[in-house]
């Protein structure tokens, strides 16, 4: 068997674009020839990951880190929950975690273009990117981060699923609590700013709008109707302001996270939360439809 020198390795590298190991692969198979070994790399690899870029990505991993005074949050998706769980899938997204706190990047093909060497794949963040699609044969692609810089942050991760990272002044273990209460909300009516004045105008008017179309059926005065509106509203900013929200670990049933945080001399400046997936349409597979086309196949052989 021919020997598999490193710049037979690099030169099929060059001509593909493909993983170094996958090119080591290929020409072990074509025993040293490099039109063969590309043969091989464009039907196997190239194929492979070629169909995978094309398939939704709505599952996941959300990551944080915090470096120094430097934190940031990522989500990078994936097809299924079961390659969520993959220890390189999550190495490689803890690792860009860590890349965006210490460099900043300004979007997502910049923090591709960084530096990052895994599973033998490099040496940029998307050459193990498209590595790690090859070799686990599933798409991935990062979505999203947010970073803060020269701040004190306190983070929260719920499994792999949910982020969130809280800045703040005052108790780290205040603001960690803060940190599981934004966490939580995702179950229940969702935090979705420090107080009444962060909650967008959108979504205000969207709440308004359904509290006009409920309260115009009771058949009252409009002035009635016009009060109803607005404590609906109000109501539902309370709801949704994280000062305004019960402390979940509040002893009385009652204490706001905005009494907690007083007593703790701590302030919430700013937040970021991720959902792995949120947003992004998945797919609806119809099982029953897919054993029936099974059955039919098996019936037409």
Request: aromatic share 4%.
């Amino acid at each position: 068997m021919a020997a598999i020198t490193a710049s037979m390795v690099a030169e099929l590298r060059a001509r593909t674009d493909a993983p170094m190991m996958e090119c080591k692969k290929a020409l072990t198979e074509a025993e040293g020839d490099l039109t063969r070994a590309e043969e091989i790399l464009r039907v196997k690899l190239g194929n492979k990951a070629g169909k995978a870029a094309s398939r939704i990505t709505a599952e996941g991993m959300v990551a944080s880190a915090v470096v120094g005074g430097n934190g940031a949050l990522i989500e990078v998706n994936c097809e299924t929950d079961f390659v969520s769980k993959n220890d390189a899938f999550k190495a490689f997204v803890g690792a860009l975690a860590g890349l965006v706190a210490e460099h900043n990047p300004a979007d997502v093909a910049a923090l591709s273009a960084l530096p990052l060497s895994q599973e033998g794949f490099g040496p940029t963040v998307e050459d193990v990117r498209k590595g790690l699609v090859g070799k686990i044969g599933e798409n991935m692609s990062i979505r999203r981060f947010h970073r803060y810089a020269n701040t004190t942050l306190a983070q929260y991760l719920h499994g792999t699923g949910i982020g969130v990272l809280v800045e703040y002044a005052g108790d780290d273990v205040a603001a960690k609590d803060v940190a599981m209460q934004i966490a939580a909300s995702t179950k229940g009516t969702r935090v979705q700013a420090i107080d009444a004045s962060g909650v967008s105008a959108e979504l205000i008017a969207k709440e308004r709008s359904l509290a006009e179309q409920k309260a115009a059926e009771s058949g009252k005065p409009a002035d009635i109707v016009a009060k109803m509106v607005e404590g609906s509203v109000q109501k539902f900013l309370k709801e949704v302001s994280l000062l305004d929200q019960v402390f979940v670990k509040a002893a009385d049933g009652k204490q706001t996270v905005g009494q907690m945080l007083k007593q703790k001399a701590t302030t919430v400046k700013h937040f970021t939360l991720y959902v792995v997936g949120e947003g992004i349409e998945k797919k609806q597979d119809d099982f029953a439809a897919e054993v029936a086309a099974q059955v039919a196949a098996a019936k037409g052989q």
